[in-house]
């Protein structure tokens, strides 16, 4: 089963940017985490094993790639309610775009792969 590709416009959150001190979650990440999840349309995620597939459109190239991984997936796993351990491929490039127009592009679907 494959979901079909959804985009969803937001600056990506660097996860240099979760926290305040040790483990206490910063406010500016908690707002991208609830505007995040508002922006989501309603999808099935298959269940087991997954593949994350993302385009992430960034406005600034040093933005490092891995850095957006974090918030996004946490985001994504509360809002469709699936644990981001379950996701055992990522496929990911990073995209650079106009300021204003940063996204997420992405796919879930079933993991074919030995687990």
Sequence with gaps: MTT???TVY???FSTNQIHLGRKVLSPNYRHFR???SKLLPD???PKGPLVLSVVVGVSNRNSDLDNTFK???DALAERYGFNDRQIFRIIAT????KKGKESFNFNLSEYQGET
């Design 10 to 12: 937001i600056k990506p």
């Design 4 to 6: 079909e590709w959804v």
């Design 43 to 45: 999808i099935e995620v």
């Design 34 to 36: 609830k505007e995040f």
């Design 94 to 97: 990073k995209k650079i775009v």
């Design 71 to 73: 918030p996004f997936l």
